[in-house]
T-cell receptor, first 111, second 114 residues
Framework: SQQGEEDPQALSIQEGENATMNCSYK?????LQWYRQNSGRGLVHLIL?????REKHSGRLRVTLDTSKKSSSLLITASRAADTASYFC???????????FGKGTRLSVIA | EADIYQTPRYLVIGTGKKITLECSQT?????MYWYQQDPGMELHLIHY???????EKGDLSSESTVSRIRTEHFPLTLESARPSHTSQYLC?????????????FGQGTRLTVV
C-alpha cells in the first residue's frame, strides 16, 4: 500500500508564482524525500529531510516536515516554466525497508 | 548524472512473448528496485534486492521475476507478456548503509504489449 499521499494531484500556476505541494504519510519515518519526474523520464532526487529536522532549504526549494501530523510540504519559489514536472514524496522507515512513493503532484508552470 | 541504465527505452511486443528488461548500475549499490508506474503517475514497488542472490517481491503483485547474479545487474523478466503488462517500468538503486537512502533512477522502459 502507498505510504505517501500528495495533495493536490495537479497544480497549474503562472511563472513567478510560488508552488506548494503537500504529502501525508501513515507510519513513523526515518526520513522523507522529494523527487521530480519530467514527462516520460526517471525520477530525480531533490531533497531529503530527516525525522529530527523541521525545515530544509535547497536553492528555490523549501521543505518542511511535521512528524506530529505526519505531513510534509514542498515549496518552490519563483517558479519557472522549466519546473513543469511531476513531484513525488517518498518515505523511508527503517532498516532494510524500501522507499515508498506517493501518488505525485503534476505541476504545470505557464509562461 | 546517475550511472544507472535501462534498456530498451521503448518496447512494443506481441502477447505471449518472453521479454527481459535490463537494468545496470556502475555505482556499486547493493540495493536495487523495480517500480511499475501507472499512466496516472503512481509508482508501485514490484521487486527489490539488497545484494547478490537476494530478491524480494514488492507491494504490487506482479507476474514478472527478477534475478541478481551480479551487483551491477538487476534484470526483470516477463515469461509471457500480456496487454495488462503495458506500463512504464523504472529501475532504481540506493547507496549502501542505513539511513542514506537517496534513490537513483534509470530513464525507464515503456512497454506496450499488443
Amino acid at each position: 500500500s502507498q505510504q505517501g499521499e500528495e495533495d493536490p494531484q495537479a497544480l497549474s500556476i503562472q511563472e513567478g508564482e510560488n508552488a506548494t505541494m503537500n504529502c501525508s504519510y501513515k507510519t513513523s519515518i526515518n526520513n522523507l524525500q522529494w523527487y521530480r519526474q519530467n514527462s516520460g523520464r526517471g525520477l530525480v532526487h531533490l531533497i531529503l529531510i530527516r525525522s529530527n529536522e523541521r525545515e530544509k532549504h535547497s536553492g528555490r526549494l523549501r521543505v518542511t516536515l511535521d512528524t506530529s501530523k505526519k505531513s510534509s510540504s514542498l515549496l518552490i519559489t519563483a517558479s519557472r516554466a522549466a519546473d513543469t514536472a511531476s513531484y513525488f514524496c517518498a518515505t523511508f522507515t527503517s532498516g532494510n525497508t524500501p522507499l515508498v512513493f506517493g501518488k505525485g503532484t503534476r505541476l504545470s508552470v505557464i509562461a | 548524472e546517475a550511472d544507472i541504465y535501462q534498456t530498451p527505452r521503448y518496447l512494443v511486443i506481441g502477447t505471449g512473448k518472453k521479454i527481459t528488461l535490463e537494468c545496470s548500475q556502475t555505482m556499486g549499490h547493493d540495493k536495487m528496485y523495480w517500480y511499475q508506474q501507472d499512466p496516472g503517475m503512481e509508482l508501485h514497488l514490484i521487486h527489490y534486492s539488497y545484494g547478490v542472490n537476494s530478491t524480494e517481491k514488492g507491494d504490487l503483485s506482479s507476474e514478472s521475476t527478477v534475478s541478481r547474479i551480479r551487483t551491477e545487474h538487476f534484470p526483470l523478466t516477463l515469461e509471457s507478456a500480456r496487454p495488462s503488462h503495458t506500463s512504464q517500468y523504472l529501475c532504481a538503486s540506493t547507496v549502501p548503509g542505513p539511513g542514506s537512502t537517496e534513490a537513483f533512477f534509470g530513464q525507464g522502459t515503456r512497454l506496450t504489449v499488443v
